[in-house]
Each structure stands twice: as structure tokens, then as C-alpha cells.
């Protein structure tokens, strides 16, 4: 991760969302009933879930670093990840029932992947529960590290397997044409690669900012504690 | 709401979109305030 201490890599994100953002409203879109306009929701509500899945991911690899080398800095990046990956996955949520409210007509369709991702959220809810469960920070990191990597292993099946598996109302799932088949002049591709890259560097940088945070109370902490005297009894205990 | 529902469902549907793009940047706004916030709290801790 030392590739997130150079700039070029924020300059690269500014460029990619702001083409994703201006060619996302005003590049042609292929034609298609119901939907209209709002096919142009692809270049904004997949990528989200694309980068909640690879924060996630970097989170469990983190979570494996932390088990393996036992480092806290590891451990805070791991938290920091799945933290906005959270926010993602959100947005992610209410951006797909607003575009679900007009193409579907249902503002949580049943749909396995929407529930899905429900349970995955909930899983890394508890995540966070269990970690504020802990008094001692040697525990918490072990443990909910260990519960971070499961989390991982049961989220991606739930989002990416079972629904294909399935009847589902998402394209390219449960036997739907992916949107391959409108994109013959690639104009949807175009966009929405970029903005999977774009969505995702910008979760890292997010991330970044919190981790820096976390680390800096971290070393206030350690201070304090450097400063208080250690009361060391007079007389040993019988 | 069923009058903005017509409204919003009469034309090419550019509005569902943009309500998206306006959840999206409103979310992470939100975001970037609340660790603006953290920061504050960090500072006041810095000075004592």
C-alpha cells in the first residue's frame, strides 16, 4: 500500500469521475423502452457496489496481514476499509431503490441480490458490533479479524452467485441478458469501466484520510500513557 | 407525491437519474463532514 503515499494516483481519480460524471449525462445511450434516460444509472449505481466489493476484499486481505504479522496498523486499515465500504454499499442500496422505484415499479423489489446484499450488510454491521464488543485491543484484533475474512468468504457468494443461480430482476443474473447485448457500439462500457476504477480509487482515498485519523488518536493514546506514572505499590502484595 | 411521481415518470426519466448522481455526491459529502468533524476532535486533543 505504499503506492497510496504518491499523488498521482488522487489526480488520476479527479480526471476519471469528473469524464465519468460529464460523459455519464451527456454521451449517447442505447435506446431502450421504460428505462429511457435512466440507463444512464449504470455509470453510477454498479460501480458503487464495485468498489464496496473490492474495499472488502482489500479489508479481508488486510485482516489476513494482521493475523499473519500481528501489526495494529493493519488491523485499523482493516476496520477503516469495510467502514467505507459500508458507505458504499448504502448508497449503493438507495440509489438502486430510487432507479428501482421507476424501472421495476417497487422500491425493494424481491430480488435476491437486493436481499443479498441486505444480509451481506448486515454481516459486516455485526462486524462492527463485535468489535466494539472488546475491552482488550489484542483480543478485538484477533477475533474480529477472523470474522472479517468469514464475513468476506459469505458476502461475495451471496452477491455474486446465488443471484445468478436464481430468478433475478438484475441483468446478466439468473439467466437475464447482461447489458452486452445493448452495448453493441460500446457506449456503455466506455463509461462505466473507467467508473468502476474511478469509484473504487476514491474509497481508497476516503479510506486513506480516516486511516491517518485513526492513526494519529492511536499515537495520542500512546502518548497518554507514556505520560501517566505507573503506580507501583510501595509494599509487594502478600 | 403521485402529481411529482407523474411529473417525474412523464418525461425520458433524466430526473431518476439525477436524483441518483445527487444521492451519491450527498453521501459522500456527508462522509468527508463527519471525518472534517473527527479531525476537529483529534486537534482538540493535540492542544490539551
Known amino acids: 500500500m505504499a503506492i497510496l503515499k504518491y499523488w498521482w494516483w488522487k489526480a488520476l481519480t479527479v480526471l476519471i469521475l469528473a469524464y465519468v460524471f460529464i460523459a455519464g449525462l451527456m454521451s449517447p445511450v442505447p435506446k431502450l423502452p421504460i428505462l429511457h434516460e435512466a440507463i444512464r444509472n449504470t455509470f453510477f449505481h454498479p460501480p458503487l457496489w464495485i468498489a464496496m466489493m473490492s474495499m472488502l476484499l482489500g479489508s479481508a486481505i488486510f485482516s489476513i496481514r494482521y493475523l499473519r504479522k500481528g501489526r495494529t496498523d493493519d488491523d485499523l486499515i482493516a476496520v477503516e476499509l469495510a467502514n467505507t465500504a459500508l458507505l458504499f454499499g448504502v448508497l449503493g442500496c438507495i440509489t438502486g431503490s430510487v432507479w428501482a422505484y421507476f424501472a421495476w415499479g417497487d422500491l425493494w423489489p424481491n430480488d435476491p441480490k437486493t436481499n443479498g446484499v441486505a444480509v451481506g450488510m448486515l454481516l459486516y454491521l455485526a462486524y462492527f458490533v463485535l468489535r466494539g464488543s472488546f475491552d482488550d485491543d489484542m483480543r478485538r484484533g484477533r477475533i474480529s479479524a477472523v470474522y472479517n475474512i468469514f464475513a468476506f468468504a459469505v458476502f461475495i457468494p451471496l452477491i455474486l452467485i446465488l443471484p445468478r443461480i436464481t430468478d433475478s430482476l438484475h441483468p446478466g443474473n439468473g439467466g437475464n441478458p447482461g447489458f452486452n447485448q445493448y452495448d453493441a457500439d460500446n457506449s456503455i462500457k466506455r463509461i462505466i469501466r473507467p467508473a468502476f476504477v474511478g469509484f473504487t480509487l476514491l474509497g481508497f482515498w476516503i479510506t486513506q484520510l480516516r486511516v491517518r485519523l485513526r492513526r494519529l488518536d492511536l499515537e495520542l493514546d500512546e502518548q497518554e500513557e507514556a505520560n501517566t506514572p505507573i503506580n507501583q505499590p510501595t509494599e509487594l502484595p502478600n | ?48
Open chain 2, 1 to 48: 407525491m403521485d402529481q411529482l411521481t407523474e411529473l417525474l415518470r412523464s418525461d425520458g426519466k433524466i430526473w431518476v437519474v439525477i436524483v441518483v448522481i445527487g444521492v451519491v455526491l450527498s453521501g459522500w459529502l456527508f462522509y468527508l463532514v463527519r471525518i472534517g468533524h473527527r479531525k476537529e476532535k483529534v486537534k482538540r486533543r493535540i492542544r490539551g
